[in-house]
């Protein structure tokens, strides 16, 4: 049984909210996994970490809104002045 807070598998729910793999949210958004993981280490979009590994998982919503509040881009990506 998984614990609070930790996906088990692709697509499951965090305390009733839907998280992405960085993989997932490529499709999502129009980036590339190298580019969302950037994101992540510069704290420009939010992320958590989940299961046994680590993996980090990402709340739709909550990236898009990150984005749109930077101008539709974190700054510093192609498209944005930085």
Same mark, same amino acid.
């Given at each position: 049984?998984?614990?609070?807070?930790?996906?088990?598998?692709?697509?499951?729910?965090?305390?009733? $909210?839907?998280? *992405?793999?960085?993989?997932?949210?490529?499709? @999502? %958004?129009? !980036?590339?996994?190298?580019?969302?993981?950037?994101?992540?280490?510069?704290?420009?979009?939010?992320?958590?970490?989940?299961?046994?590994?680590? $993996?980090?998982? *990402?709340?739709?919503?909550?990236?898009?809104? @990150? %984005?749109? !509040?930077?101008?539709?881009?974190?700054?510093?990506?192609?498209?944005?002045?930085?």
């Amino acid at each position: 049984m998984a614990s609070r807070g930790y996906c088990q598998k692709r697509g499951s729910t965090i305390m009733n $909210r839907r998280y *992405f793999s960085a993989r997932e949210l490529t499709a @999502a %958004i129009g !980036a590339s996994p190298a580019t969302i993981r950037e994101w992540v280490r510069r704290g420009l979009v939010p992320a958590a970490r989940a299961g046994d590994k680590g $993996r980090l998982r *990402f709340d739709l919503a909550a990236v898009r809104k @990150a %984005i749109e !509040a930077k101008g539709g881009r974190p700054a510093g990506q192609p498209g944005n002045a930085a």
